[in-house]
């Protein structure tokens, strides 16, 4: 008899009348808990069924709960309740008892789900700032200063350093940043000597009124901080309430995600201060005849006449962009492509740079990117060891895997020299597998197999959801 | 037309959900999948789809940005392959990505459009 555990949350509970039923026609042993009633040992189940908001169980969470409860992870399978009710409300039952069929009849290979946690120590390059010394430091993260000469590579989760030997758990890349300007001036505009910076605005505000001033500010989508936005927000409208000035702002979008930023932004706006989307490729300026001012063409998003509008002030804001850094040089037979440059994938840790274990410090960020450093260095990550597998008689040697492998997880060794996954590393994003022209590779549990056997498990004309 | 949707958990497969809930469907039935990288997606597991659905929609993550670096990457170049295929073999089925961040629909309904030959 089948013993299975289904852990239910709040916004999904079974029916007791399913479960008997289920049990019934099945010979099943069920028993159902929930989040807060977890049993002490999952490993009398023989398997651990979750119930609903499939996306917050993704694969790496599921290792996480097998390493946390002692069980194979090939034996926690989420049922997306949620999507299933939703989407195919209808076919619930049938979807879920064939679920349950296919998840027992997979077979459990002996895989470990692993915590690996790199070295409490880190390596900045190119150099490291007082800034991110300082909150590195607050934290108890170790920094090594690095030699003029030296060479990286990779040991398990943590980056070997030569010619000292010492170990580092992450890297961080502190990047240069150019300043520029989203938009070029003619000359004749910048002898006006009213197109001023954000900083300049600030110490002249501090010393005089702009009374029935017109001021336009410009500021541009990238690279902006929040900082900035909250100096323009807090600057503009200042110029409204206290002097009566007249505040307009072009932007191409307005940044509010950021601690009551949005809150700033909205009491801005309601002091009178015109926020107007443009397209800066379109924006133009020209000196005023008197040379006291300067008149800007724009159109808005909204209404796309060109509206012309005469400012004493232009404020500016500049565009800082990442420059991109080369790591690769550094590494000594490890694969590390390309140039290193921030993500824009909210799905990733954040400054990550893409390569586990290196991270990207933009100016201004070092508390955040200490916290999210902390986090990795003390944590580490849930490996599941034994899932990967190459099948030695297949494998020719062909090195197409240790090419693929965005994570370098693939290893040469033994006497006869085939190709080995190095479980520590491995992401399971089942590239390796894919590629692999003489089919050696195999990743438990999702095979082909696996794959056919749920897409079919719908019918011809019964719609159905399920998660691999 | 019978669509199987493959999403990847990190990216795809929340974009693909909020698609299925906003409700609005154009296909007669869609399946959707999650899986943890598209890089596992082989030639031969499109064409075994292929055999009992009329065309595949796969959403993983932006190309520059994969959780998996060339995950999409490497899908994408496989797509190519298996629709010049079907085009060679006159196969009037499709596999059609779209590349996504979870919670933008916008790019999937663009590929959907393009799996009913109505491209915009």
Known sequence: MNKLLWLENEAFSFPDFWIEEME??????????NWGNKPDNFTEYDRIF???DSF?????????????????PLKVRVFPAEEVKIIFPKSFLSILEKFIIQSLSQPLFPVEARRVVPENRVLVLPQLSPALEQTLKKRGIDTIVPPSSFSLQREGINFRLYPSGDNVGAIIISPLEEKKFPISFSSSVQDTRKLVDIEFMEKEIEKRDFRKETIGFIIPKKGVTEKEWRKAFHLSQTLVERDKAEVFILVEEVLVAGENLEKEYRKARSSGVIFEKVDFSKLGTRPTLDMRGIEVEFATERDKLKREVKVDWLVLLPERNILPFKLAPFFCGDKIEGEILPLENPNVLPFSSGIEGIFLCPSEKEEE??????KYLTEGVVREIGRGEVDEEKCVLCLTCL?????????????????????ERCHLCGLCASFCPAHAIEI????????????????????????? | MRVVALGCDKSGYPALLRWGEEGSLPFDEVKIFSLPCLGLVTEEVIFRILENSDALLLAGCPLDSCHNQKGSQGVYLKVKRVNSLLQEADIPKKVAIAFVTSGKVGEIEKVSEELLGREK
């Open chain 1, 50 to 52: 979750i119930l609903g």
């Open chain 1, 444 to 468: 438990k549990g999702l095979s082909l197999e696996n794959w056919v056997s749920a897409v079919s498990l719908g019918g011809k004309n019964e719609s159905s959801s399920f998660r691999l």
């Open chain 1, 56 to 72: 917050s169980f993704t694969q790496e969470k599921i290792s996480s709960l097998s390493e946390e409860w002692e069980v194979n």
């Open chain 1, 369 to 374: 990117l200490s916290l999210v450093i902390k």
């Open chain 1, 403 to 423: 090419r693929t492998c965005p994570w370098e997880a693939i290893e040469i060794e033994g006497e006869r020299k085939k190709a080995r996954i190095n479980g």
């Open chain 1, 24 to 33: 019934r026609d099945n010979g099943w042993k069920i028993e159902v808990k």
